[in-house]
């Protein structure tokens, strides 16, 4: 069994699992915000954020952003163990990851509720 | 005259690799690989390669031949050159030790890793075990593996993770012995492969598929031991 | 050089197919320090090629099978010169031997009753030849060999063996009173030089089918336990005894395995003709491979062979169906492709007799100690020499191998080899050590090769050799080509002591180990030649145009090559088992 | 001596499979996601601060070249993304999972893509 602290959390199968179900909450999202541009095609300020004032619309945005952020670290994740070789360096990647996700996951929800 | 190019690297003469050129005279006829270079061995008898059996069994002449890996002695050259022009070079990802020789080591390790030998702690029978015909056919497609490491060195996640990453070769045998009827040993098995780099580290690539010279499938072994993982945890 | 590093060892095991794998797994169970020294990684040895299957009584196809009748093919499928005290310990101790490779895990195919499958294969019999053709050779499609051969290394694994993977033996070690005491080994990755010492060295470095320039032997196989034990003053048996295997696929000699016909397959001539049915009206296209082999040389030499020059025949399958050729012989589909251009479920195979098997090697007992018969009908143990395999002569298949008794004496004799051995380092063993100049003995020869500096080239030379085998030692032997053949050998023999090595580098130089190869293919084909121009009769796989006949009164023997004084000795065949009452010589007949 | 030993990994010289080409792509287009993320959040976050900034996006939108162009690529590679996931999914359900299915699948993918970003193309200008 390999390890590797950076992990963070219990196995390749809920890393696996994580990135199967944030992937299929972000393709319904993704097609839920296209549907909701073509059918509104003059689109205005106030239909806009009314929008996004509904609780419901708030709550499955958060839960898309959540998702992403699990779906991009499990991804990104990948990718850095996969090329960048140096330990420090790796880690040091890794720190600026998980710092980047933090970043928007805090952006996500001022958004969502701060407005 | 076939254009020949050829990785060559002697640790002993070389400080780096370099591609030497060689014109072989094939008759015009469709000869394998290997045949081209024991013309090539005839010119210049230092060039390294191993082969054995010459008949595609043994696995021991992987290569990469015109940027796809390969069994040297059941390729022909009609299946590869374009051009007159044959490239061969030794397996990608694997340390050179010379010429088209690579070091496998790093490759058994991972074949090892998986526990490749049947376990079953009940006491053996008289006579054999019975295998029924259909649980048998479970191991079709998976205990052909030659260990030639074309699949495994055309995989890029065991080119980055060679350590860590079992390797196409490696898994097809880890679920054979997981398929197995006769098999005890699922649970310590699959508790060994549950970590995000051993199994998870296939991204789908299919790379193993596509070359494996027997027509084996790692990529779908994988997929059902992720299954059997999913079994197991949940 | 610099001073030689020593390894040590209880047992050193030379070669890494089947029998030398399975007498390592019994070693490496016992805790003795054992290590396996083989060529290549062990699962590219030839052993991988084999294909139909294991021939052994284990009573699944048909239950009443009984190992006596097993025995009976064995002996008389080896023309009667088969040792029956060791024919009747493989057929007895056969059975055991499958079952631990099923319980090991080697993926037999298998009947719906869950038991393992066995296919008809030639020379097959029930009741002692009486009743009909049997099913006896176990099977695992037609990739046998591979399942086992992977089997085995993967059970080795399981027990720790140490391995000396790519590493070539290059001669044995004898001490002053003549016993060996290890050999002089190469490191082929870095080319350092050791000598290996061991209590017990077992030889199992398989068959020399390349002295042929057509075989179905893969390309490493050269004799090498062959020739280490000549150069070392060692006897050979029976080397007259060479198998050509009816079906090697025409121009490639690659193998198509006995089990086509066995599954149903034949042959046919230009005519389209099932002319087996004529030389073996009972058993046809499963006589033994003797009788078929020869049986296409003759109808090609009558003008019914197939293609322009009427120089092979061809084998039918394409009656059996797609479905039954991708279940029970998928591997000859794939090969039949690839090297004859031929889909089997269309078209026939075309097939020509290919050199396959060596009958003879280092005489053996049953327990795989090496015997040096004295000419006068005594023998005597060589101790710390054990042989097993195909390089073994124990000898179990006599003039003529069974399809599928190969598989069953490398692990019946690798098995035994490894508890003899076990046997006697618990009892404690203790020879002289090897003194410098036994040691430098050992060297001479590659010290030649590396002190060469002109000469010609290792590939013409052995080019010249298999040319030579093929054309004088082939399926029909005569008088005068033998003789001539025996001369050129001689010459051979002069060229070589001056060839040259081209490439004196340490790291993984195959030229040098090619060059090493050619002397010991020089060894063997000459054994080969000697014996066969000194063998006058035919019998078995010796076929004689000057000699048509067997000759019990004169032959009913092994014949011993003394290598010193490149003489033909005879020994007596054992006609002594132990449970079965002897099997009288009798025409053979199929 | 084995930390000498060169390796031969010059991707230049390896041929790689129409599925190979899929997954590198997939990977690829997950990164340009990422990093893009900047780019909609900041639209997203700007456009729901207040009907100016609304209109900052809706004008950025419709008459900045380089804004169009970073839509219309994110948009792209959202579409790659999420076709080859469709493509991952599938595969889990063993269909395509031979040599040709994967074959299959990887052209399915890239047609279904280029689709994808012409419309997208056509939508954000």
């Known amino acids: ?115 | 005259m076939l254009q020949v190019s050829i990785y060559r690297y002697n640790p002993e003469t070389d400080s780096a690799p370099y591609m030497q050129e060689f014109q072989v005279d094939t008759q015009g006829r469709d000869i394998m690989v290997l045949n081209v270079l024991e013309l090539i061995k005839q010119q210049d008898s230092s060039m390294a390669y191993r082969r054995s059996c010459r008949e595609g069994v043994c696995g021991s002449d992987g290569m990469n031949i015109n940027g796809t890996n390969g069994l040297a002695c059941i390729t022909p050259l009609s299946a590869v050159v374009k051009n007159n022009k044959l490239t061969l070079r030794p397996l990608p990802g694997l340390p050179v030790v010379r010429d088209l020789v690579v070091d496998m080591g790093i490759f058994y390790k991972q074949y090892e890793r998986i526990q490749p030998y049947l376990q079953n702690d009940t006491t053996p029978p008289a006579i054999e075990r019975l295998q029924s015909p259909e649980e048998r056919d479970k191991l079709d497609g998976l205990y052909e593996c030659i260990l030639c490491a074309c699949c495994s060195t055309s995989c890029p996640s065991f080119w980055w993770n060679p350590d860590k990453f079992v390797g196409p070769a490696g898994l097809l045998q880890a679920y054979r012995f997981l398929a197995d009827s006769r098999d005890t040993a699922a649970r310590e098995r699959l508790a060994e492969l549950e970590d995000p780099f051993s199994v998870f580290r296939c991204r789908g690539i299919m790379n193993c598929v596509a070359v494996c010279p027997k027509g084996l499938n790692p990529t779908r072994a994988i997929g059902k031991i992720r299954e059997l993982l999913m079994e197991n945890a949940t | 050089m610099s001073a030689m590093r020593n390894l040590s060892f209880d047992a050193i095991i030379i070669g890494g197919g089947g029998s030398g794998l399975r007498a390592a797994l019994e070693l490496a169970k016992s805790g003795k320090k054992t290590a396996v020294l083989s060529k290549v990684f062990p699962t590219r040895s030839h052993t991988v090629s084999a294909q139909g299957g294991i021939t052994c009584a284990i009573a699944s196809a048909d239950p009443n099978d009984d190992w006596r009748w097993h025995m009976y093919d064995t002996v008389k499928g080896g023309d009667y010169i088969a040792d029956q005290d060791a024919a009747e310990y493989m057929c007895t101790e056969g059975p055991k031997a499958v079952f631990e490779l099923e319980h090991m895990g080697l993926p037999f195919s298998r009947f719906d009753n869950g038991r393992i499958y066995q296919r008809p294969f030639g020379g097959q019999s029930k009741n002692f030849g009486e009743g009909g053709q049997a099913a006896r050779t176990c099977a695992a499609a037609d990739r046998t060999g591979h399942a086992l051969l992977h089997t085995l290394y993967q059970n080795n694994l399981k027990n720790d063996t140490v391995f000396l993977n790519e590493w070539y033996a290059v001669d044995l070690v004898k001490n002053t009173k003549g016993d060996v005491v290890g050999c002089i080994a190469l490191c082929i990755e870095t080319g350092e030089v050791v000598h290996v010492k061991s209590k017990a060295t077992v030889l199992a470095t398989g068959g020399a089918g390349r002295i042929f320039a057509s075989t179905t032997n893969a390309l490493i196989n050269t004799g090498d336990g062959i020739g280490m034990a000549l150069r070392a003053g060692f006897p050979m048996q029976d080397m007259e005894m060479w198998q050509f295997h009816p079906t090697g696929i025409y121009g490639a000699g690659t193998l198509v395995t006995e089990g086509c016909r066995g599954e149903g397959g034949y042959l046919i001539n230009k005519d389209g003709e099932r002319f087996m049915e004529r030389y073996a009206p009972n058993a046809k296209d499963l006589a033994g491979r003797d009788v078929v082999a020869r049986s296409m040389v003759m109808e090609m030499l009558e003008g019914r062979g197939c293609g322009e020059d009427g120089d092979h025949v061809m084998l039918k399958l394409d009656h059996l169906g797609e479905e039954v050729l991708n279940k029970r012989l998928p591997g000859i589909v794939e090969l039949s492709k690839t090297f004859a251009h031929v889909n089997p479920a269309q078209d026939p195979i075309p097939v020509v007799p290919t050199c396959h098997y060596m009958m003879g090697g280092i005489p053996t007992n049953v327990h795989g100690q090496a015997i040096m018969p004295d000419g006068k009908g005594n023998d005597h143990i060589v101790n710390g020499l054990f042989a097993c395999g195909e390089v073994a002569c124990v000898s179990v298949h006599g003039a003529n191998r069974l399809g599928g008794n190969s598989l069953l004496d490398l692990v019946v004799f690798g098995r035994a080899a490894g508890m003899f051995i076990e046997g006697a380092l618990n009892e404690g063993i203790d020879y002289m050590d090897a003194s410098q100049s036994d040691i430098d003995a050992s060297m001479t020869r590659m010290n030649r090769w590396n002190e060469s500096n002109d000469g010609e080239a290792v590939a013409t030379l052995k080019t010249d050799l298999q040319a030579v085998m093929q054309n004088d030692f082939g399926v029909f032997r005569k008088e005068e080509n033998m003789q001539e053949g025996v001369k050129k050998l001689a010459e051979l023999r002069e060229r070589i002591a001056n060839a040259q090595l081209g490439d004196k580098s340490d790291t993984f130089n195959t030229a040098r180990i090619e060059a090493l190869e050619l002397d010991n293919l020089l060894e063997v084909a000459e054994a080969t030649a000697i014996s066969a121009f000194e063998r006058k009769e035919s019998r078995g796989a010796h076929s004689r145009y000057d000699y048509p006949d067997r000759d019990d009164v004169n032959w009913l023997k092994h014949s011993i090559y003394f290598p010193i004084e490149k003489k033909l000795g005879k020994r007596d065949v054992n006609f002594t088992p132990k449970a079965v009452d002897t099997f009288e010589p009798k025409i053979r007949t199929y | 001596m084995n930390s000498k030993r060169p390796v031969n990994l010059d991707l230049s010289t390896i041929k790689f499979p129409l599925p190979a080409l899929t997954s590198i792509t997939h990977r690829v287009t997950g990164i340009i996601l990422f990093v893009g993320l900047i780019f909609a959040f900041w639209a997203l976050d700007t456009s729901l601060s207040s009907p100016q900034g609304f209109e900052t996006v809706r004008e950025a939108l419709e008459y900045n070249f380089l804004a169009k162009l970073i839509a219309w690529g994110l948009l792209s590679a959202l579409s790659f993304h999420f076709v080859a996931g469709v493509r991952h999914l599938v595969m889990h359900f063993d269909i395509g999972l031979d040599l040709e299915g994967g074959v299959q699948t990887s052209k399915i993918t890239f047609i279904a893509a280029a689709v994808l970003v012409i419309l997208a193309g056509v939508w954000v200008w």
């Open chain 1, 1 to 115: 069994m390999v390890t590797n602290v950076t992990n963070f959390s219990r196995s390749g199968l809920s890393d696996w699992l994580i990135q199967q179900v944030s992937a299929a909450i972000l393709a319904l999202y993704a097609l839920f915000m296209v549907g909701y541009f073509l059918l509104h095609p003059q689109l205005d300020y106030v239909t806009w954020h009314g929008f996004f004032s509904q609780t419901w619309m708030r709550i499955f945005s958060l839960l898309a952003f959540i998702a992403l952020s699990a779906h991009a670290w499990v991804g990104l994740w990948t990718v850095i163990t996969d090329y960048i070789k140096p330990t420090r360096l790796r880690f040091g990647a890794q720190v600026v990851l998980i710092i980047a996700i933090f970043v928007f996951l805090v952006w996500a929800i001022q958004i969502l509720w701060g407005a």
